[in-house]
């Protein structure tokens, strides 16, 4: 469930990432994704640093972190002890691990012949190779609540605007 605390931090982070993306970048993940994602994945909890290996509020491992490209936080070396927990726990630079994961093993794990949100949600969380399983069931249930949440609102939103 959004906090009025949480809400506010995503709107930040958002907001700034969307004014840092460059023109040539590939972002295949969506802001409403991105806050879907961290709902479902740790309640957008920017308190808990790691749990089992997995780190920040979207949960990225370090294997994840690798594949992404190495990301770090103020252009620090990625061969520092701590590069990785510090890409992992800065929404920003987590946010773009994700994005460069998504474009480097992007694809349709539900065969709706579609790559999105869904897929990336099932990407992130089963990994790249096992996307076509079915998702644990409170990450899938979170997780599309919060979807069609956003969608409902984002209806509402075009209805007040016609």
């Given at each position: 469930m959004?906090t009025t605390?949480?809400l506010?931090?995503?709107s930040?982070l958002?907001?700034?990432?969307?004014?840092a993306?460059?023109?040539e970048?590939?972002?295949?993940?969506t802001?409403?994704?991105?806050?879907?994602?961290?709902?479902?994945?740790?309640?957008?909890?920017?308190?808990a640093?790691c749990?089992?290996?997995?780190?920040?509020i979207?949960r990225i491992?370090?294997?994840?972190w690798v594949?992404?490209?190495?990301?770090?936080v103020?252009?620090?070396?990625s061969?520092?002890?701590?590069?990785?927990?510090?890409?992992?726990?800065?929404p920003h630079?987590?946010?773009?691990s994700?994005?460069?994961?998504?474009v480097k093993?992007g694809?349709d794990?539900?065969?709706?012949q579609?790559e999105?949100c869904?897929?990336y949600?099932?990407?992130?969380?089963?990994?790249?190779?096992n996307c076509?399983?079915?998702?644990?069931?409170?990450f899938?249930s979170?997780?599309?609540?919060?979807?069609?949440r956003?969608?409902?609102?984002?209806?509402q939103?075009?209805?007040?605007n016609t």
């Amino acid at each position: 469930m959004f906090t009025t605390k949480n809400l506010m931090y995503l709107s930040v982070l958002l907001i700034a990432g969307v004014a840092a993306v460059k023109a040539e970048q590939k972002r295949p993940i969506t802001e409403t994704c991105l806050v879907c994602m961290c709902e479902a994945l740790s309640g957008c909890n920017a308190t808990a640093v790691c749990v089992n290996g997995a780190c920040g509020i979207f949960r990225i491992t370090w294997d994840q972190w690798v594949d992404s490209g190495r990301l770090t936080v103020n252009g620090e070396p990625s061969q520092l002890e701590n590069s990785f927990t510090n890409c992992a726990n800065d929404p920003h630079c987590a946010a773009d691990s994700l994005q460069n994961y998504m474009v480097k093993y992007g694809q349709d794990c539900n065969g709706d012949q579609q790559e999105n949100c869904l897929d990336y949600g099932a990407i992130h969380y089963m990994g790249p190779f096992n996307c076509q399983a079915d998702m644990p069931y409170t990450f899938e249930s979170i997780f599309k609540k919060c979807l069609k949440r956003a969608e409902m609102q984002q209806q509402q939103q075009q209805s007040i605007n016609t």
